[in-house]
Nanobody
Framework: QVELVESGGGFVQPGGSLRLSCVAS????????MGWYRQSPGKERELVAT???????NYAEAVKGRFTISRDNAKNTVWLQMNRLTPEDTDVYYCTAKTVNLSPYEIVDVWGQGTPVTVSS
């Protein structure tokens, strides 16, 4: 019912920047926490950053000071601004959102398709 569409991934040189976008569409009553995770083949998906409905932010230690998560509730959109990228940031990045549904009331985790980010010279 709710779909997340990501954009902004690609290739970038070390030290460069990328801005990932994630737009939620469909039958949306409310989006609670939203966030970004990343995953490489053979590894666990790891948290990058999350942001609550009220704008409280949480970051993985590895990206603190370099990445910024933001959201616009009116646009059902969350962004991840990534600065000073390093090769260790190379991963597939996934957008996620906790969607609040009605009838019945439930909270469902929704994931985007993933957008690859490659940091290389």
């Amino acid at each position: 019912q709710v779909e997340l569409v990501e954009s902004g991934g690609g290739f970038v040189q070390p030290g460069g920047s990328l801005r990932l976008s994630c737009v939620a569409s469909g039958k949306i009553f409310r989006l609670n926490d939203m966030g970004w995770y990343r995953q490489s083949p053979g590894k666990e998906r790891e948290l990058v950053a999350t942001i609550t409905n009220n704008g409280y932010r949480n970051y993985a230690e590895a990206v603190k000071g370099r990445f910024t998560i933001s959201r616009d509730n009116a646009k059902n959109t969350v962004w991840l601004q990534m600065n000073r990228l390093t090769p260790e940031d190379t991963d597939v990045y996934y957008c996620t959102a906790k969607t609040v549904n009605l009838s019945p009331y439930e909270i469902v985790d929704v994931w985007g398709q993933g957008t690859p980010v490659t940091v290389s010279s």
